[in-house]
């Protein structure tokens, strides 16, 4: 009786951490972006954007490459947007093999984006503008992803397989994230708050 209680038990065990392990984790979200144009009108943001928490999320690009999330602190701080893992869509080629044969195949071509924080404009919380990010290389407010580096000789392009903006905010100040990328493309969002 023993034995198979004890069996059971390790039995009861062992599935659970099974579970534990395959289960998907709560950051790994996806969100399909819902086409948006680049707008300043905060409603027009506000009516598309789908809600995202810190952590991190996939976010796949719609058919005509553009579009908002929102975003939304609970607390007061300094948050990291960070952006990397692009993935362009497959696209069908036609290469010619070594024997002369023409061969269909599929690959990923190079593909590149940009990314805006949008806050709403002092004095005018009816319309939203672009807002500085500061990345080790200084100030922008747009971040651009490749899917690999982009390089001129021995000088980096301003086109990187990972960026990270980061800025101040209030709790509850919800800001708009705009995705500007190909179209079926997919980038991997990382929002933190720092210490």
């Not at 062992?14 to 409603?43: C, S």
């Not at 009516?47 to 939304?72: C, D, H, M, N």
């Not at 990345?135 to 651009?144: E, I, K, M, R």
């Not at 705009?178 to 990382?190: A, E, M």
């Amino acid at each position: 009786m023993r034995r198979q209680t004890r069996k059971l038990l390790l039995l009861m065990i062992v599935t659970v951490l099974l579970f534990g392990i395959l289960a998907v984790p709560a950051g790994a979200a996806t969100r399909k972006l819902k086409y948006q144009p680049f707008t300043r009108v905060r409603a027009k943001a506000d009516a598309k954007a789908l809600s995202v928490g810190e952590g991190q999320v996939t976010v796949k690009i719609p058919k005509k490459g553009r579009g908002y999330l929102k975003f939304t602190p609970t607390k007061d701080g300094t948050y990291a947007f960070m952006l990397s893992g692009l993935k362009s869509r497959k696209q069908k080629v036609q290469v010619v093999t070594k024997t002369g044969k023409i061969k269909t195949k599929k690959i990923r071509p190079f593909s590149n984006g940009y990314f805006y924080v949008m806050t709403a404009d002092t004095g005018n919380t009816l319309r939203i503008g672009q807002a500085p990010l500061a990345t080790s290389g200084g100030t922008t407010n747009a971040l651009w992803v490749a899917t690999r580096k982009v390089q001129y000789g021995n000088k980096v392009g301003w086109r990187l397989k990972k960026r990270v903006g980061m800025i101040p905010l209030k709790a509850g100040q919800t800001v708009y994230l705009y995705f500007s990328f190909n179209k079926g493309d997919t980038v991997k969002l990382r929002i933190e708050r720092g210490v």
